[in-house]
């Protein structure tokens, strides 16, 4: 069975050591999606998996025949970005771009996770309801890395997001 | 990454027969094998993908609940009964890791991942846990997050985890099917392995062994806590950490479940240390005793010295919030 990215199908003819990431980059030839430790540290290479944010890099490509994976590719493009990317542009969330992909990606899923109820180390009631404040911004996107230290404006590119989606 | 053969599990009993085999080892998160395979500390032959295996799912068992093996560490501390009724476990599982990783990593791979030590992960050093009869060269090296009670001459590594923390707190087993077809079950107290002379096992599996579920027993009811410290606030491994489940009644400690990670090379978990508080009224110096026998044996290497006063604390900390105090 093939995989689907950005709802085109691939097939998965590769070595079996070649990681998701590393399929997406040089076997399908979607270079949005960034190598930046190679060990599920810093987040670059985040993609949607089944509609979940995962690191590409930590998992193998044949093991997901039959799963459908969203990349930054498959969320906008420059003429219809995804609101998290316009986001990102009028809030400065970047210098050198290199993590962005990246944190889109896992702001697409956290503004989902919140929505599904679910909750993180910070929320006062592990049982209740989350409310998104920026300390709970901040526990969730503590895995994608930003060298360049644009949290601040990455925090308020997506609260202006969510914000309009409340 | 060296090379392997990729094998993908139809069934239990064919997981069983593919992972006797030498070299062979399971696959499923694989966040934590898979970065131990590019370093390439971890060199299986091949690699056996049970990810398509029916280990999935929380459902009712007893008074309690069956976790598949295969269910992500996102999915239990979403699911509304861990939640509302296993809180501890909830909580240790959000201060673990970051929702990418909890995404990926399973309930039975996150029992089974391995130590954090530096040496254990650089090639260029002795390690008798990663290469037998080598040494350790994290005695008398950096020794920070390494071990203070259970330690051996031969390793003084620590388990890293937390959801494991907060299943021995509660008591909760592993199910285990083994390559003859058999089911064991093994409280997670004795799952993993102090280190002893044979580092190298992490804990009690064997080949062909496949994790099929962990069982949580009834709710435990009281007030349930896990208490991480850390090096920063978020997406770091425990330094000292603290799950506790407690009820007070009629001012009284009528019943304490503790288990620590941070500390040695599997949760710990010392009954002595709730003997003690049950049937006490709760006071400061009620929890120094706790504290003092629970590191009764505690050894320092050094550089991890602090972890016995940053214990004693941590546990006094998680007791006067439990019991009511302030903090």
Redesign the interface.
């Known amino acids: 069975m093939p995989i689907t990215i950005n709802g085109a199908e691939y097939e998965l003819d590769v070595?079996?050591?070649t990681?998701l990431l590393d399929f997406l980059r040089r076997d399908a030839g979607l270079t949005g999606t960034k190598k930046g430790c190679?060990?599920?540290q810093c987040?670059a290479c985040?993609v949607l998996?089944n509609g979940?944010?995962?690191?590409s890099c930590?998992?193998?490509a044949?093991?997901h025949d039959g799963d459908s994976v969203t990349t930054i590719e498959g969320l906008g493009t420059p003429d219809a970005p995804h609101p998290l990317q316009a986001a990102f542009v009028r809030h400065d969330g970047y210098q050198c771009g290199y993590c962005t992909p990246g944190q889109i990606c896992?702001a697409k899923?956290?503004l989902d996770?919140i929505a599904?109820?679910?909750?993180?180390?910070v929320?006062d009631d592990?049982?209740g309801t989350p409310t998104l404040s920026e300390e709970e911004i901040?526990?969730?996107m503590?895995?994608n890395l930003c060298r360049c230290g644009a949290y601040s404006n990455i925090v308020a590119a997506i609260v202006e997001v969510a914000e309009a989606q409340a | 990454?060296k090379?392997?053969?990729?094998q993908r599990a139809h069934g239990l009993g064919d997981a069983g027969q593919l992972l006797v085999a030498e070299g062979a080892k399971p696959?499923a998160?694989?966040?934590n094998l898979?970065?131990l395979m590019?370093l390439e500390v971890e060199t299986p032959t091949a690699?056996v993908?049970v990810?398509r295996l029916p280990l999935g799912g929380i459902t009712p068992h007893g008074e309690g609940l069956h976790i598949g093996a295969l269910v992500s560490n996102?999915a239990c501390?979403?699911d509304?009964r861990i939640?509302?009724d296993y809180?501890v476990l909830?909580?240790a599982i959000?201060?673990g890791?970051?929702?990418?990783?909890r995404?990926?990593a399973t309930t039975g791979g996150n029992l089974c991942q391995r130590t954090r030590c530096y040496y254990f992960t650089d090639l260029a050093q002795a390690c008798n846990k990663r290469e037998p009869g080598t040494g350790c060269a994290a005695i008398g090296g950096f020794n920070r997050i390494h071990a203070i009670l259970g330690a051996s001459d031969a390793c003084i590594a620590t388990y890293p985890g937390d959801m494991a923390v907060a299943l021995s707190a509660l008591d909760a087993t592993v199910e285990i099917h083994s390559a003859k077809g058999d089911k064991r079950m093994v409280p997670v107290r004795d799952f993993h392995r102090l280190p002893g002379d044979t580092p190298e096992r992490d804990n009690v599996l064997e080949p062909g062994d496949v994790i099929t579920g962990v069982l949580l027993p009834a709710p435990a009811g009281g007030t349930q806590l896990y208490r991480k410290v850390r090096d920063r606030?978020?997406?770091a491994f425990a330094l000292v950490s603290v799950a506790a489940v407690i009820h007070v009644e009629d001012g009284k400690i009528a019943k304490a479940r503790l288990a620590f990670g941070g500390l040695a090379h599997k949760p710990w978990h010392d009954a002595r240390v709730e003997a003690l508080l049950e049937g006490e009224a709760p006071s400061d110096a009620l929890f120094d005793h706790a504290a003092a026998l629970l590191l009764e044996e505690a050894r320092g290497q050094g550089s991890n010295d602090f972890k016995m006063p940053l214990t004693r604390r941590t546990l006094k900390a998680v007791l006067r919030e439990a019991t009511g105090g302030t903090l």
């Not at chain 1, 979940?52 to 690191?55: D, E, S, Y």
């Open positions: 070595d079996p050591r990681s190679d060990h599920g987040g985040t998996l979940q944010r995962i690191n930590l998992t193998l044949v093991m896992s899923a956290m996770e599904a109820g679910w909750t993180s180390t929320s592990v049982a901040r526990e969730r503590s895995g | 990454m090379p392997f053969d990729y696959i998160g694989g966040t898979l970065d590019k690699l993908d990810n996102s501390a979403a509304p939640r509302a809180p909830a909580r959000l201060a890791a970051t929702f990418q990783l995404n990926k606030a978020s997406y």
